[in-house]
């Protein structure tokens, strides 16, 4: 029988230069509906996105990796390539350029989490910026849609 993976299985480390890693001091959830529950084979594979549209975290640089440890049927331990996570202080206000560059990836993330009033919210805030954008208009009916 493969062995049964649960998604509470991933976890999320931040490693260091010397290879010695630590749980994040913020959390990243699971992003959308993820499959809570697979079966692992020699021909089979799994895929979850973890993500966050705001979390309070220090600033820094962050190596951050997601690794299988020994759970259930699994055994071992694998981790994937690492992420290279970069939090800087927001400053007070930004300037249009930049806030509009927030306001699309608020968006994108709100549509693969299929969080509705997130995707709208986006929308509403890049249609503020510019009555014509696109990219708002696509947001107000993709959230109509969710």
């Not at 230069?17 to 959308?32: C, D, K, S, Y």
Request: charged share 20%.
């Amino acid at each position: 029988m493969p062995p049964i993976l649960r998604i509470e299985a991933v976890q999320l480390l931040v490693r260091d230069a010397q290879g010695a890693e630590r749980p994040l001091n913020f959390p990243i959830p699971p992003v959308g509906r993820p499959t809570p529950v697979v079966n692992l084979d020699a021909f089979s594979s799994a895929q979850a996105t973890f993500g966050t549209p705001a979390a309070t975290a220090s600033p820094g640089a962050y190596s951050v990796v997601a690794c299988l440890g020994q759970t259930g049927s699994w055994h071992g331990r694998t981790c994937s390539a690492p992420v290279q996570l970069t939090v800087q202080e927001r400053p007070a206000r930004l300037a249009s350029d930049r806030q509009s560059l927030i306001d699309r990836r608020g968006g994108r993330f709100a549509l693969l989490a299929g969080d509705a009033p997130g995707l709208e919210q986006a929308g509403r805030k890049l249609i503020a910026a510019a009555a014509g954008d696109v990219e708002g208009h696509m947001y107000l009916g993709e959230a109509r849609c969710l």
